[in-house]
Each structure stands twice: as C-alpha cells, then as structure tokens.
C-alpha cells in the first residue's frame, strides 16, 4: 500500500506547533500510522526545521503538508487566538470537500492544550461543516477532569466546563496521556496513550557520554534537557545549584538554549561554577541525546507549579537507567512516585531539592541497581510499539 493509494483510509492531523514535544508526539503518531493510512498534515505556515526534517525523516511517512495562513514566529510554544485558530478551521473546511467523496475520514486535533478556547467557540460550527469528519482530541494536560485544586479551582472549573463543551459540541472522543483518568474511564474517553520513546536509549552508552561530555567517572552529573525556561524550572535550579556546588562532584549539565530572561544569571552561574556547570548550546541531534542521557546520574524535572502535564523525556531517561529528579506536583511526580524511579522534591523548595539530591547521590550499588531495574521496566510499559498500539485502537485502525 502507497501514501498515494486513495483507497486508503485518511487521516488528517492538526498540529499547529509543530515543535519540541509537539514534533515528538507528531513523529510517534506518524510511526503508528505508517503503510495503513494516507495522512494529511494540517500546520503553520513557517512548520519547516531542522528538528522536523530529521524527525518525519526518520519516521519513514512523509506526509502531505497543508498550512494554514498564519505564521506563529519561530514559536515553540503558544495559545492560538481566534483569528490564528480559525485560518486552520477554514483549511479544514476546504478538505471536507475534498474528502467528502471518501465517504468519512479521521480528524485528529494533536493538542487541545494550545487552542483550547479558540475551539470551543468554533466547535459547533464545525461540527456542521466537517460532515464526513470522525473527530478525535488528544489534550495533555487533564488534571481539571479529575481534580480542582484548591489554589486552581476557579481555573479548573472554566478548563473542564470548555473541554467537555468542545468534546460534546464536535461530538469527539478524548485521547490523553494521563493514565489518572483512565482509571475513572468517562464516557467521552477514547483512550489513554503511553508517554511514547523510541531510539537506542540505554545505561550502555554511559561511558561515552561522560567523555563527550568531559565529566570523570566520580562525578554525580544532574542533566536538564531542552529548551530552559520558566515552565521548566530554570530559574528554580539557577538558584538551586550554589546550594548544592559545595560538593564538588556535583555537575549539572545544560543541554539546550536559555530563555532570554535568564540568560545574564546563567551567565553569572556559569562564571562562578566554571568546573562544574557544562552547557550545550548546539543543535543536538537525536543519535546524540542517549549518550547525553546516560551520562546522567539525575535526570532533571524541576517543572514550576502550573505545569502538571506529561513529559516525553522522562521515559528516556528511564529507558538510559537513570534516576528521575522531579517536582513533586502534577502527572510527572505522579509517575516518579508510583513507579520508583527516583526522588521527588516540592516546587521551588531549595532544602526539599537539597534533601531528594543528596539521597539519589548516595544510593548503593545495590539499590543503584534496583531504581535501574524499575526505571527500565517502566520505560518498557511506554516503548514507542506500545504507544502505537493504543494510538491505533483508539481510531480503531
């Protein structure tokens, strides 16, 4: 069967961002799809990268691109307005007519989490357009369904009242990665995927990674990965590491650009810690990423207090064997905890930080061994396979 074959079943995927997690996610989903549908990509005007190059051609399936006429900056992450929302709701109108003769379609909208509000006030009128459309939204962040926050429950109650009205306007299923409400199994649910992985990450490329890295074997080296900013914690560990430095062993390696409001402090970090801060500031390429990974002692996940979701690079970093170092708040620290995969500390906490450090740092060999032993396992229950699996029967493909 070719991508050309028009007696294919179609899928269409709507993407808007088209970067960081939301390329990896995209990636995966195109994995699951390959050699049984034809696949329309639904995007921004300005999709092209590096990153996107290297991911959908390594995935095997080149999709066909449809933009929207909105150029969203170079931005990684963004809530769509109004105006940005609707240029892709009219592509996809002029695609139910193309597809209409097809006799129904599958539409996937990849993440709800960035046009949230610009889809509930769209979701009716398209409901009426997209005849032939068989609607699917795949949302990461789903807490709210489940649990309002004391701190959050006014928030919460407007994102659960928008979502369900989304979900029941377009009459759409929810996919989610959140394995929390899955137990609850509402009736709008389609399913609940694995935080996929995929690539050779393994505890076997340690000693490659420490020499690319420069760090000596007696170094208990803390990795954070990606872009650094306030969602991840950047701030919290720039503050964070002079209470940990005293130990000289104690390295933290930054693979990934700074976000502007902080580069000067990293800056100053760096001057002060010279031997003891590494950053990588390069596009890394992804052969390269499980040696970064596995010369890792913690994996870092400090996320602030509004970020509750999933991420993609824990599984990674339990797949290379390495210890999770994460807030304690939201689905991340969830799974830290429940799978014992490392240490959980309270957001923004230095002596919590301090504490969950000191005892990953001194850990046995033995009990090194066994947070390996569940690390592996856990990441075995996420494998890209099994992600694809659940990605298929939720569209029943």
Known sequence: MKQGDLRLRTVVLVEPICRGSRLQILANVLSALRDRVNVILVTRSDYQSDHFNELIASVGLLPRVVTADTDLGGAWMKNLSFNEFDAFS??????EGELAQEG??????????????????????????????????????????????????????????LTRWSLFAIKAKLLTFDERLGVLKPNYLAGVLPDPWFGPFSPE??????SLLGVSPGDFVVLTLGKQDRRKGFDFLIEAFPK??????????????????FSAAFLALKKRFPSQIVHVDDFVPEADLPRYFSASDAFLLPYSEDFTATSGTLARAAASGVAALATSH????????????????????????????????????NERQDLRRRSIEFS???ALPRFEMAFRAALNI
């Open 330 to 365: 939201g689905l991340v620290g969830y799974r830290v905890r429940e799978n014992r995969i490392g240490e959980t500390f309270e957001a923004r906490n230095y002596a919590s930080f301090k504490w969950a450090l000191d005892v990953l740092a001194s850990l046995t060999s």
């Open 244 to 261: 940990v430095a005293s130990d000289k062993r104690v390295k933290m390696v930054v693979v990934g650009t700074i976000a502007a409001p």
């Open 380 to 382: 075995e229950s996420c």
């Open 90 to 95: 009219q592509v996809l109108c002029k695609l």
């Open 205 to 210: 490329y340690r000693e490659q990674g420490r």
């Open 104 to 161: 129904g379609y599958d539409l996937v909208f990849m993440a709800l989490d960035d046009y949230l509000a610009a889809f509930s006030t769209h979701a009716m009128l398209m409901k009426l357009r997209l005849r032939n459309a068989r609607v699917t939204c795949i949302k990461y962040r789903v807490e709210y369904l489940f649990l309002l926050t004391k701190n959050d429950r006014f928030r919460g109650v407007v994102l659960r009242l």
